[in-house]
């Protein structure tokens, strides 16, 4: 099923959601409002045709200085169908996305390494809290503005050069130890 299929299908089943086609090039993408994301996740894992059973991850991307800032991304899985979906939703740094942990309890984890590493709040979540960094840090590392401290020279290097006979003489060297 491509993006048109998929929200022709979820258009008649979720009730005014203004979906958008995203431009992809390996998975249907689509963008889902806020407001229709728990309605629009249930019907996409119930709906037969559709199927979406696995929540595959849940990441999120910073477009600072755009407006919406955020878009958090939903990758999803239909193993009878054999189907991939990617679902956006866009999120500005004072706006809530709805917790989906209500149709895949897995979320949890996930929206918990999102909130941690952008600060992108998930509403309805049971215990939003720091998952990677640790409880007294400050800020979220994945954010574009997020300050960079470290202050280091440049590094360069220079190409490897090894001859033809030198690279056989390695490839040697690695088989023998291998057979050991």
Same mark, same amino acid.
């Given at each position: 099923?491509?993006?048109?299929?998929?929200?022709?299908?979820?258009? &008649?089943?979720?009730?005014?959601?203004?979906?958008?086609?995203?431009?992809?090039?390996? !998975?249907?993408?689509?963008?889902?409002?806020?407001?229709?994301? !728990?309605?629009?996740?249930?019907?996409?894992?119930?709906?037969?045709?559709?199927?979406?059973?696995?929540?595959?991850?849940?990441?999120?991307?910073?477009?600072?200085? &755009?407006?919406?800032?955020?878009?958090?991304?939903?990758?999803?899985?239909?193993?009878?169908?054999?189907?991939?979906?990617?679902?956006? !939703?866009?999120?500005?740094?004072?706006?809530?996305?709805?917790?989906?942990?209500?149709? +895949?309890?897995?979320?949890? +984890?996930?929206? &918990?390494?999102?909130?941690?590493?952008?600060?992108? !709040?998930?509403?309805?979540?049971?215990?939003?809290?720091?998952?990677?960094?640790?409880?007294? +840090?400050?800020?979220?590392?994945?954010?574009?503005?997020?300050?960079?401290?470290?202050?280091?020279?440049?590094?360069?290097?220079?190409?490897?050069?090894?001859?033809?006979?030198?690279?056989?003489?390695?490839?040697?060297?690695?088989?023998?130890?291998?057979?050991?």
């Amino acid at each position: 099923m491509d993006a048109p299929a998929i929200i022709d299908a979820l258009g &008649r089943l979720v009730s005014g959601a203004g979906y958008e086609a995203g431009p992809s090039v390996d !998975v249907a993408t689509i963008y889902v409002p806020a407001d229709r994301l !728990v309605a629009t996740c249930t019907a996409l894992r119930d709906t037969p045709s559709m199927r979406f059973n696995v929540l595959v991850e849940v990441t999120a991307a910073d477009y600072l200085p &755009r407006d919406p800032r955020f878009e958090v991304v939903y990758h999803l899985l239909s193993i009878p169908n054999r189907i991939r979906l990617r679902l956006k !939703v866009r999120a500005t740094e004072q706006s809530a996305v709805p917790t989906v942990q209500s149709v +895949w309890p897995a979320a949890g +984890w996930l929206e &918990r390494e999102v909130w941690d590493m952008f600060g992108v !709040v998930f509403d309805g979540h049971p215990d939003l809290r720091r998952l990677l960094m640790p409880e007294d +840090w400050e800020g979220h590392p994945q954010r574009k503005d997020y300050p960079v401290q470290i202050r280091k020279a440049a590094q360069t290097y220079e190409p490897l050069e090894v001859t033809e006979a030198e690279f056989r003489a390695n490839l040697e060297r690695d088989r023998v130890k291998r057979a050991h």
